[in-house]
Nanobody, 118 residues
Framework: QVELEESGGGLVQAGGSLRLSCAAS?????MGWFRQAPGQEREFVAA??????YYADSVKGRFTISRDNAKSTVYLQMNSLKPEDTAVYYC????????????????WGKGTLVTVSS
């Protein structure tokens, strides 16, 4: 069992930046971020395993995922934020490989709210 704890959410104006952090209690193969806006399904944002990164089309060029293996921590740098980025952001992790999907993740954090005002 791996526990994940997110931090770094908050309120920011459109065009601004935020950095999310997620600390894991143990080692994992893949770590990623998903988000869920009110009334919508949870969607993939970004993931990293080894040196390979994955991004949703909606955040490419604006968000950057990185990882500090020594600290078992993953970061999500979010730039040029838009009101449509408003959501609860969840950190997730797994020891499995394969397609990057929510079903492919084994452990989840409680989420951190990101609100982007227009």
């Amino acid at each position: 069992q791996v526990e994940l704890e997110e931090s770094g959410g908050g309120l920011v104006q459109a065009g601004g930046s935020l950095r999310l952090s997620c600390a894991a209690s143990g080692r994992t193969f893949r770590m990623g971020w998903f988000r869920q806006a009110p009334g919508q399904e949870r969607e993939f944002v970004a993931a990293i395993d080894g040196s390979t990164t994955y991004y949703a089309d909606s955040v490419k060029g604006r968000f950057t995922i990185s990882r500090d293996n020594a600290k078992s921590t993953v970061y999500l740098q979010m730039n040029s934020l838009k009101p449509e980025d408003t959501a609860v952001y969840y950190c997730a992790a797994t020891w499995r490989s394969g397609a990057v999907t929510a079903h492919g993740m084994d452990w989840w954090g409680k989420g951190t709210l990101v609100t982007v005002s227009s």
